[in-house]
């Protein structure tokens, strides 16, 4: 289902989208104008140094991956699991965010983790079955051979079918009773379940085998915004957010995992101009049904929503920073996490 995925360039690591100069991107009128110190807080954020964070969170979590899957009987399950789950070219945005949300309201890392760590599993699951030959037939992920190309079709679908489980498993005996409770868990655990099942990630799915371009931006929401949504909202949910604050979480988790797709598919877009791509599932690209320039001013009003939910949590201060820098991050990818991580 390839939610909240990051495109990868070989060539550079800075990705700037390429605005025309000719593109007029029309002002959005919201309701209620960001206040001084909303603009106050925004422009702080600017400065967060997300590369450091980001790099940090991962080399923890990559570890707590690791060692939440041991190799064990049936071992051939185990090991395509982890070649997944533990694959090189990962940024692990999911859980990245999930911890910056669960932080914002002042929850401890601990807490969150094991969430963080359930959320990459699914996300490999579905990306596992994503690539079989009966969905999208792709023989690559991530630069490498995708699972079932290296482990057999019956094999992946096992590991695929084996780390769904395993997440809600993981969350329920890793994360500390004394740091979230039991009622929290469960919202947490049937979150997780909404965003991967038949009205969530599988519906995008099954639309993308249906094909059609007036379904793109329905696919996009399904496959990369629940991702998104249902990071941030774990995230708050940990850490005991009032409901009306998970409501402002999962509309910006949406918008963010949106503004991933639709800079995605411009950056294809890019390189296919350049020679350097060639686009498998034609008619499933934002910018190639609706064009370059009107996927700009996408991204651009994505990104703007996203900073208007950001802006109601300005009295948590500083703890925010993280969550607004991952939406200029989605936009520009300024920086190569997998060196940081990887150093």
């Known amino acids: 289902m390839a939610p909240f995925a990051i495109a990868t360039l070989a060539t550079s690591h800075t990705c700037i989208i390429p605005k025309p100069s000719n593109l007029k991107v029309p002002i959005r009128c919201s309701a209620t104008a960001s206040s001084p110190s909303s603009i106050s807080t925004r422009s702080k954020a600017s400065d967060f140094d997300l590369r450091t964070y980001w790099a940090s969170l991962m080399v923890q979590i990559n570890q707590k991956l690791d060692e939440a899957i041991p190799v064990q009987f049936p071992s051939q399950i185990y090991e395509a699991m982890r070649y997944s789950v533990l694959a090189k070219g990962v940024k692990r945005a999911p859980p990245v965010m999930c911890i910056s949300a669960c932080e914002l309201f002042g929850g401890s890392r601990l807490a969150a983790f094991p969430t963080a760590c359930a959320l990459e599993m699914v996300h490999a699951a579905s990306l596992i079955h994503d690539d079989l030959p009966c969905m999208d037939d792709s023989p690559s992920r991530r630069g490498q051979p995708s699972n079932h190309t290296i482990y057999g079709v019956d094999m992946a679908i096992l590991a695929g079918d084996a780390l769904f489980p395993l997440g809600f498993r993981h969350i329920v005996s890793q994360t500390p009773s004394d740091l979230v409770p039991e009622p929290n868990l469960l919202r947490v655990i049937a979150e997780m379940a909404r965003s991967v099942g038949s009205t969530g990630m599988a519906a995008g799915q099954f639309l993308d085998l249906e094909g059609g371009s007036n379904a793109v931006e329905?696919?996009?929401?399904?496959?990369?915004?629940?991702?998104?949504?249902c990071s941030a909202v774990c995230g708050g949910l940990l850490a005991g957010a009032e409901d009306h604050e998970i409501e402002r979480l999962r509309r910006y988790g949406r918008a963010v995992g949106l503004l991933y797709a639709v800079v995605d598919d411009i950056l294809e877009d890019r390189l296919k101009s350049?020679?350097?791509?060639?686009?498998?599932?034609k008619g499933k690209s934002y910018a190639e049904v609706n064009g370059v320039e009107k996927a700009i001013e996408k991204a651009e009003e994505l990104r703007e929503t996203a900073k208007e939910e950001l802006d109601g949590f300005e009295k948590y201060g500083e703890r925010v920073f993280p969550l607004y820098s991952f939406v200029d991050y989605a936009f520009d990818r300024s920086f190569s996490v997998l060196d940081d991580a990887s150093g």
């Open 274 to 281: 350049e020679g350097g791509v060639d686009r498998k599932n």
């Open 218 to 229: 329905f696919i996009q929401e399904k496959k990369f915004g629940e991702m998104g949504e």
